[in-house]
């Protein structure tokens, strides 16, 4: 939440134009899609203690409002995995990093998002149960468009702002005097080389950012478009997870969507601590925290993977 509101801050106080905002809503679309992610290995972590109190919890994901937080989520999910798609593909090539090719790539991304995320939110938002305002095609369509007008008005709203701390180095730079502004950006913080840990964390980011354009995309369309929300309880998932065929199969896709959702989500908090946390005591408490979270959720997830064995 820190590093969540640092960043926005930071955000708004500066005016990169639309480069600066495809950065800006994929690491705010990160860090949303982590929130849910701590929250989704605790709930699932609640299986070992049986199907009475993992049941009772799971009316928090049936409901109407929790139903539009899936469609916040499927956003966020969206965009990061087509924005970190484009991210990936141009440090390996980076002629697709040239400005013009970077802005029109990034207008090919928002129509692909449009396209997937506005039938995706409104089958969703339409299916819930008729006793939830559902096969509702009017709030459908509202809450589907609400969730693409938010990051939208933001944008417009914050992009019209007046500048502030931040006005002469813009000034500079569109006026051409580049190296000027360049001086200042470099003076005003601290870099460091390249270290073989950094170059390590740096490849994992992009190999795992791959992969859960697979995993999580794909845990997520089948719980929302194959098997539903609605059915899932206790006994969904000891069905799925002790069938002799297919059960080793589930439990190696929730420990390598663990393991790698997880890892990413916790080494993209720590840039944006790093990034906006300039109190140095502040910075390594918060870094020993998101640590310590992976590590607890890690062992959480990990119990539940190799130890749950119900009979059903």
């Known amino acids: 939440m820190a590093a969540l509101i640092q960043t926005a801050s930071s955000v708004l106080r500066y005016r990169g134009g639309l480069g600066q905002w495809a950065w800006a809503i994929h690491r705010a679309a990160g860090l949303g899609v982590l929130a849910f992610l701590l929250l989704h290995i605790f709930d699932i972590f609640l299986v070992l203690f049986g199907p009475a109190l993992f049941n009772e919890l799971l009316f928090l994901y049936k409901g109407a409002l929790m139903r539009v937080m899936e469609v916040f989520l499927l956003f966020g999910l969206l965009y990061h995995a087509i924005n970190g798609l484009h991210v990936?593909?141009?440090?390996?090539?980076?002629?697709?990093?040239?400005?013009?090719?970077?802005?029109?790539?990034?207008?090919?991304?928002?129509?692909?998002l449009v396209v997937i995320f506005v039938p995706a939110a409104f089958y969703m938002m339409y299916t819930l149960p008729l006793e939830q305002a559902g096969q509702n095609a009017a709030l459908s369509l509202i809450v589907t468009l609400g969730v693409l007008a938010i990051p939208?008005?933001?944008?417009?709203?914050?992009s019209l702002w007046p500048t502030s701390r931040n006005a002469k180095i813009d000034m500079d730079a569109s006026k051409g005097n580049y190296e000027d502004s360049l001086a200042r950006i470099v003076a005003s913080r601290k870099h460091r080389a390249m270290t073989r840990t950094e170059l390590n964390i740096w490849l994992f980011m992009r190999v795992s950012g791959f992969l859960l354009i697979f995993l999580a995309l794909g845990h997520f369309f089948l719980m929302h478009f194959i098997y539903g929300v609605e059915i899932m309880d206790f006994g969904f998932i000891a069905q799925r997870w002790v069938d002799p065929v297919g059960g080793w199969f589930w439990r190696a896709y929730a420990l390598g969507l663990l393991f790698f959702a997880l890892t990413h989500g916790v080494l993209g908090a720590r840039y944006s601590i790093e990034d906006y946390i300039h109190n140095r005591a502040v910075r390594i408490i918060l870094l020993v925290g998101a640590f310590l979270t992976w590590l607890a959720l890690t062992v959480m997830g990990g119990l539940v993977i190799f130890t749950f064995y119900p009979s059903v």
């Open 88 to 112: 990936i593909v141009a440090d390996f090539f980076p002629v697709l990093a040239s400005r013009r090719l970077a802005r029109n790539l990034f207008y090919v991304q928002l129509l692909t």
């Open 152 to 158: 939208t008005g933001v944008v417009l709203i914050f």
